[in-house]
């Protein structure tokens, strides 16, 4: 499951200035290792002078379709981002993990689905779209956040499905850095207008889930709204992207005990020390002991460091993708977790 493969890239398309699609295709032999959910993402890895990185993108396509699609928005001096542009052909190959995540939608019949976007943060919100659309009779209403109307990502396949589906999906776009006639449109996506939102649109629907993809700051004031007019947090689902190379808050990363941690994945056990002193996740400690672990953006963001905790305690750091019921089960995220008891077991296959 966590092993990479190499597959062709079979198009790629210009979305806006800065953005490309990438069409991969999936070969027949790993037809069954590339299924997805809507709203799960790719982990795809790049050796640059010797240091190996890796970079997540959601996936945006109908989970019917042959192929994957995914978008790649350029940073400035990204590392993968950047070479995406300009510098990957039709039929090159790539290096990339099967779809993982857990900010996924399995919708069910003769509901409403609340979907707020900001920027990228419509790749995943747009799977989910396209699986209400084909595989519920729900409806969804989207909240889309932009600085202008040039860059809206994806624009073409909101319209089309808007074309498709003009009684169950409603969306509204909203715009920072561009003049628009009415007023709540103006701007980011904030606390003021989402609570004009829900009172005026959402509180009297049945509302089967509410999900939010986009920064923190959007992710926290809608939820703040949601939480305080009585929707409970089993309701709302969130990931928070970031941009390539952008670092959460980093606090120290110190085990305070020698610990023994054993970890399972893919069925194989292995083992590995932490010493007190040590600034080192159980992530980071695993990658020096030369174990092959999955993780993309090391941030506690994307969630593909996810696993079980079989045995001991953890301190964990951040956490802006595990919800509540998974916390409760035990998962955490590796890349963000310190020992805290000598011996720890970890499960990726739990």
Known sequence: M??????????????????????????????????????????????IKGEEI???????????????????????????SVPAQFDYKIGQSVEVMAPTGHFTIAPKDNKTYALFAAGSGITPILGMIYEVMNNSTSHINLYYGNPTVESTLLKTQLSDLKNQHPSRLSISYFLSQEPIDVELY?????????????????????????YLCGPGGMIDEVTDVLTANGVVKDHIHSEQFLSEGQVMIDKKKTATV???????IDGVTSRYAI?????????????DAKIKMPYSCKAGVCATCRCKLVEGKVNMLNNYSLEEWELEKGYILSCQSIPKTKNITIDYDA
């Open 2 to 47: 966590y092993e990479f493969h190499k597959v062709n890239i079979k198009d790629i398309q210009q979305e806006t200035n800065d953005a490309v699609i990438w069409t991969l295709d999936i070969p027949n032999q790993y037809k069954s290792t590339f299924i997805w959910q809507a709203g799960q993402h790719l982990t795809f890895k790049k050796i």
């Open 54 to 80: 890796r970079r997540s993108y959601s996936i945006f396509n109908p989970t019917s379709d042959e192929d994957i699609k995914v978008l790649i928005k350029k940073v400035d001096e990204g590392q993968f």
């Open 186 to 210: 103006a701007g980011r996506i904030d606390k003021s207008k989402v609570t004009k939102i829900f009172n005026n649109e959402l509180k009297q629907l049945d509302i089967g889930g509410y």
């Open 258 to 264: 020698d610990s023994g941690v054993i970890v399972t």
């Open 275 to 287: 010493k007190q002193g040590d600034e080192k996740s159980l992530l980071d400690a695993a990658l």
